[in-house]
């Protein structure tokens, strides 16, 4: 009966927390317009939380560790602004201005690979299946492209959060141990490790995945940059910067950040094309050769095959976010369904009935010798 009775209270008490998790993701749905200084607060504070927790080993009171993290990024934040911005603002400029000269260079190059087309010697079946899957691919095309750029300038709303955001990263890293310790006193105290072994490995893979992204992102926006440059492309600088910004995107974001640098350099030569898009070549095969494996490592552990779908899957059910968010999603999926696999394994063994003795004769075989006994020597009486 007592035990019937626990378990009837665990069930209320699994459907309450259910209802509980369901309720609050509803509130938050309801005021998502305000989440973007807490989740880049949230940002920031996995990114500092490691080099604030190195410095506080070292001795340091973790107050005086935040303030010389923070100290460190402002002053980085400033030299990049201080440089970036004017020179950003110049190719803006400079691109407003002959944006127009630009429109008709790519009208004229369009033109003539339509009549290129159109002099092929081609039978009617097959160009206008050829015409059928062109425009398709166009359509695709311009629609992943307008809906990341849509993405990026929505995402540019979030800035405003910037000014709040490190104001609560603030608090969150100098009272992280007190907010650890609420969570687990108010986990019930039979399932508060195994919650607890679940919620580090999702941290684990988010921390991993976001510190590293956000390294490599700045890495190949600046060689991107950098390598136009050398090569005399005007807004570099922009075009490194989208890159950095598209880079985010697993697979397709570089090909995304390539695309204007490609664009822009034919409408000067096609040998110009040709070098940014050998430069793009060489900065990838480094990243994937060299980078990537160094930075990122196995941060989300799933097989490229799961990433490739995740992302086409985020993409088709939420468009840039899908694709922004697409893999961090899939690594927190892995974790929760390799508990969810190992609690089944443990409860089928467990549950699994234990073997028998082995088989043998039963009490109808035939009968056994009784072992003999030496009772001595008899009396000799």
């Known amino acids: 009966m007592a035990d019937q009775n626990w378990m009837a209270v665990r069930r209320y008490r699994v459907a309450a927390v259910v209802l509980f998790l369901v309720a609050f993701a509803y509130l938050l749905y309801r005021v998502r317009g305000i989440l973007s200084p807490f989740v880049l607060a949230g940002v920031i504070t996995y ?47 400079l691109l407003a201005q002959s944006l127009p000269n630009y429109t008709q260079q790519l009208q004229r190059l369009g033109l003539g690979l339509q009549s290129f087309y159109a002099r092929l010697a081609l039978p009617e079946s097959v160009r206008a299946t050829l015409d059928l899957s062109i425009r398709n691919a166009e359509s695709e095309v311009l629609r992943v492209i307008g809906e990341t750029i849509t993405g990026i300038i ?76 050398l090569l005399g492309l005007p807004f570099w600088v922009i075009i490194g910067v989208f890159a950095a910004f598209a880079e985010v995107i697993p697979y397709f974001g570089p090909v995304i950040g390539a695309t204007p640098a490609v664009v822009i350099a034919l409408t000067r030569s096609p040998s110009l094309a040709l070098k940014v898009v050998i430069l793009f070549a060489v900065i990838q095969e480094v990243e994937n050769v060299v980078l990537a494996p160094k930075i990122m490592g196995d941060s989300i552990g799933l097989h490229p095959l799961w990433v490739f779908f995740a992302i086409l899957a985020g993409g088709e059910l939420a468009g840039f976010w899908g694709l922004l968010l697409a893999v961090p999603t899939a690594g927190v999926l892995r974790v929760v369904g390799a508990y969810a696999v190992r609690k089944l394994s443990t409860a089928a063994t467990q549950a699994a009935p234990e073997p028998g003795p082995p088989p043998g004769p039963g009490p109808s075989g035939p009968p056994r010798p009784s072992p003999r006994v030496d009772k001595g020597p008899r009396s000799q009486l």
Do not use: C, H
């Not at 927790?53 to 602004?81: C, K, M, N, Q």
């Not at 310790?181 to 490790?193: I, N």
């Open 154 to 229: 929505g995402a540019a709303s979030w800035l405003p959060g910037l000014l709040l955001a490190p104001f609560l990263a603030f608090y969150a890293l100098k009272d992280l141990a007190v907010i650890r310790a609420g969570f687990v006193r108010s986990l019930p105290r039979e399932s508060r490790s195994e919650v607890m072994a679940v919620l580090s490995g999702i941290d684990a893979v988010l921390s991993r995945f976001l510190r590293g992204q956000l390294i490599l992102s700045a890495i190949i926006g600046a060689a991107f940059a950098f390598g136009l440059r």
């Open 47 to 93: 990114v500092l939380e490691p080099p604030v927790r190195a410095i506080e080993r070292r001795g340091f009171p973790r107050v005086l560790a935040i303030l010389f993290i923070y100290l460190l990024v402002i002053a980085g934040a400033a030299l990049t602004i201080a440089w970036v911005v004017p020179s950003a603002l110049s190719e803006l400029n």
